[in-house]
Nanobody, 114 residues
Framework: VQLQASGGGLVQAGGSLRLSCAASGIIFNVSAMGWYRQAPGKQRELVAAINSGGDTNYADSVKGRFTISRDNAKNMVYLQMNSLKPEDTNVYYC?????????WGQGTLVTVSS
């Protein structure tokens, strides 16, 4: 199983980034996918998730700014991040879940400067 996240970088506050996660080794179209983030010394937290049917949920802190989407034909999941804030600075991780297994990808660093 491989979840390859990309798209992180340095952006000014108010800017946008799109994270991508390429999945392989899983049955993607039946897997729930999610983006999590973790700041140093803090627990990893859910940012956004999308299930196999396309239903989504978001952390309150990103609602209205971030959008998660998936492309089952390409085994890809995306996180469009708009109106970025300095507090969005984190390492972002992609996760797949298909009962009873879940897998994590490597993180991609997002840095938002004020």
């Amino acid at each position: 199983v491989q979840l390859q996240a990309s798209g992180g970088g340095l952006v000014q506050a108010g800017g946008s980034l799109r994270l991508s996660c390429a999945a392989s080794g899983i049955i993607f179209n039946v897997s729930a996918m999610g983006w999590y983030r973790q700041a140093p010394g803090k627990q990893r937290e859910l940012v956004a998730a999308i299930n196999s049917g396309g239903d989504t949920n978001y952390a309150d802190s990103v609602k209205g700014r971030f959008t998660i989407s998936r492309d089952n034909a390409k085994n890809m999941v995306y996180l469009q991040m708009n109106s970025l804030k300095p507090e969005d600075t984190n390492v972002y991780y992609c996760r797949s879940y298909s009962y009873p297994n879940y897998h994590w990808g490597q993180g991609t660093l997002v840095t938002v400067s004020s």
